[in-house]
């Protein structure tokens, strides 16, 4: 690949603790949705690559899963990708939730930074929920963390110092070449990014444990029509670990499922640009979060 004079390209990784802000920072930078987010813990389970390509650098975002205790092999198989995301990048955001006190977790994700090799940004999100007296006393207690070569505080929601952590993590990217096209938003195949938008309506529709026992794997897609009205076909399993949890997807008369579709079908046809229509079943498959092999059919973590 030729490097022009003067462009700027790499990687920056984004870690932290689940839910602290960093699949909306992605979709911030995006301007558009690519990664699916929820209250939910673990609800990033790909390391997701977003590219940001303007005149003069080119910004490649991996989005990890929440470095958190495991529980399970999925558990471990997160922490795994999310790790070794931090592995040979240019730069590392550590994000930090900056309305919620810093505790041994962050400790714990400050550690494995402080191992990387690259440029290492410390960022407060969801400053738009916190007080300014809230916001210093963490960055405060943020700056004890480690060595940070820049320290960020923003709202992704806001959008507020969005394009301040853009500037930082440009400023800290070598010269280089072009290593996606231009054209190109994510590395994630679309049957992946459509099973994951399915994924997020279940996270949001549903409680306690029955969001961590599922998996969405796409079926097939089939793209039909003229261009002018073209209509996509996408046939997806939804797969859960007990038979009482496969009742509850489906829900009375199937409304809780229908209801779920009707959800993603509205992000869908905006992702694809076409009409979609998604046909969706749910299968049982026992336990399957702690099988490292099925984990791996899913593509989570590593992927296959």
């Not at 922490?79 to 400790?107: F, Y």
């Not at 079926?219 to 509850?248: F, H």
């Not at 092999?293 to 590593?302: D, L, S």
Request: charge should be neutral; aromatic fraction near 6%; glycine fraction near 8%.
């Amino acid at each position: 690949m030729d490097t022009v004079k003067g462009f700027k390209s790499g990687f920056v990784t984004l870690v932290g603790r689940p839910n602290a802000g960093k699949s909306t920072l992605v979709n911030a930078i995006m301007g558009r949705k690519v990664a699916i987010t929820s209250g939910t813990a673990q609800t990033t389970r790909h390391r997701l690559r977003a590219v940001l390509t303007e005149p003069g650098f080119q910004m490649v975002m991996v989005d990890t899963p929440g470095l958190h205790k495991p529980h399970d092999a999925l558990g471990e198989e997160l922490n795994t990708s999310a790790l070794k995301a931090l592995e040979d990048v240019d730069v590392v955001a550590l994000l930090i939730d900056a309305s919620k006190p810093i505790g041994r977790g962050d400790e714990w994700v400050a550690a494995q930074v402080a191992r990387a090799r690259g440029a290492k940004l410390c960022v407060l999100t969801k400053t738009d929920i916190a007080s300014p007296e809230t916001v210093a006393a963490q960055a405060e207690a943020a700056r004890g963390l480690g060595q940070w070569d820049a320290m960020v505080g923003l709202s992704a929601v806001s959008g507020r110092n969005v394009d301040a952590f853009v500037e930082e993590v440009v400023f800290f990217l070598p010269e280089g070449p072009m290593w996606f096209p231009e054209d190109m938003e994510t590395d994630q195949p679309e049957s992946v990014i459509v099973a994951e938008f399915i994924r997020e309506k279940i996270l949001r529709s549903f409680r306690d444990e029955v969001p961590h026992a599922i998996g969405v794997a796409v079926d097939s897609m089939e793209y039909v029509g003229s261009a002018a009205n073209e209509l996509c076909r996408i046939y997806a399993t939804i797969y859960v670990e007990r038979d009482s949890q496969k009742g509850i997807i489906i829900g009375r008369k199937g409304q809780a499922l229908k209801k779920v579709g009707t959800e993603a079908r509205a992000d869908l046809e905006a992702l694809l640009g076409c009409k979609v229509w998604l046909d969706l079943n749910v299968k049982v498959k026992k336990n399957w979060r702690r099988d490292a092999t099925q984990i791996r059919k899913f593509g989570y973590g590593e992927g296959l």
